[in-house]
């Protein structure tokens, strides 16, 4: 009989890293590489400022952008570049003016990531406080 | 904020009826971290590299690559938490209650929020999200 109780821990064991692997890692993986280029994006406090103040505001040309962001407006011009890398920010040209408006779409992954790293570890705090129950003092 | 945003929170906490000094041992010995995390090469001592090692799938190789960032013993544990080109930083925090202890658990995946440089800065990583969350669920 002991035999068997091993053998059922040994499934739940596999079990729970199946369920691990399915929940959590394979979406992650597969968000990972538009997630790097949001994350690349936005770890710079002026393009948060500045993707921010498009979300919020609307589109803007660089000029206001530039009066709002206190860097120069190359840096701004630069700033944008990256965020449109990372497809976070869209531009529309007229005439001689072009036109700056966020994407928020583009931060799905990024919130989808955090999302799936919340189901994992609550699954994780479930398993610590069921070997919690099975520990001695 | 709405409640999807405020349930999207990279900080899970909860009160364990068990003493600190029994959390502790679950969290940095490393046979009892695989009983509740995964396989590991965890030792307490800051500035060891070790990794935690999953059930490889295709595409993924199923380890995290990880530094012990900060050991207070039966109080606070942070080690960083890398896999397939991300990294982030998860911190264990135990505080003991009259119940027993109350486990707090925070995984920052942005390098610039572990930067003492931006910390308190206007646009803290904590409220743009808070803030995009909302852009985000008006487009649902």
Redesign the interface.
């Known amino acids: 009989m002991p035999q068997r109780i091993t053998e059922a821990r040994i499934d739940f064991t596999n079990l729970r890293l199946t369920t691990h692997n399915r929940m959590v890692m394979i979406p992650a993986m597969q968000a990972q590489v538009v997630t790097d280029h949001v994350f690349a994006a936005l770890a710079d406090p002026t393009r948060r400022a500045i993707f921010e103040h498009l979300a919020r505001d609307g589109e803007q040309n660089v000029r206001a952008l530039t009066a709002r962001a206190g860097v120069s407006q190359p840096a701004v011009s630069k700033h944008l570049g990256i965020l449109k890398h990372a497809r976070l920010v869209s531009h529309r040209r007229a005439g001689r003016e072009t036109h700056y408006s966020a994407q928020p779409q583009a931060l799905k992954p990024m919130l989808d990531w955090m999302g799936m790293y919340t189901a994992f570890w609550h699954d994780r705090f479930d398993s610590l406080e069921s070997l919690l129950g099975r520990m001695d003092q | 904020m709405n409640e999807a945003a405020a349930?999207?929170?990279?900080v899970?906490e909860?009160e364990?009826p068990?003493?600190a000094e029994?959390?502790w041992?679950?969290l940095t010995q490393g046979a009892?971290v695989e009983?509740?995390?995964?396989k590991n090469d965890f030792q307490p001592v800051v500035g060891h590299r070790f990794s935690f090692r999953?059930?490889p799938?295709p595409?993924?190789d199923?380890v995290i690559n990880s530094e012990v960032l900060t050991i207070e013993p039966n109080s606070k544990l942070a080690y960083s938490w890398g896999?397939?080109?991300?990294m982030s930083v998860v911190t264990w925090t135990l505080t003991p209650t009259k119940a027993g202890t109350h486990?707090r658990?925070e995984?920052t995946?942005?390098?610039?929020e572990t930067d003492a440089a931006?910390k308190g800065?206007?646009?803290g990583w904590t409220k743009?999200?808070a803030?995009?969350?909302r852009?985000?669920g008006g487009?649902e």
């Open positions: 349930s999207r929170s990279l899970i909860r364990m068990h003493p029994k959390i041992r679950a009892l009983e509740w995390l995964m999953s059930t799938v595409g993924w199923g896999t397939m080109g991300m486990v658990m995984q995946g942005f390098p610039s931006y800065a206007t646009y743009f999200i803030n995009m969350e852009v985000v487009l």
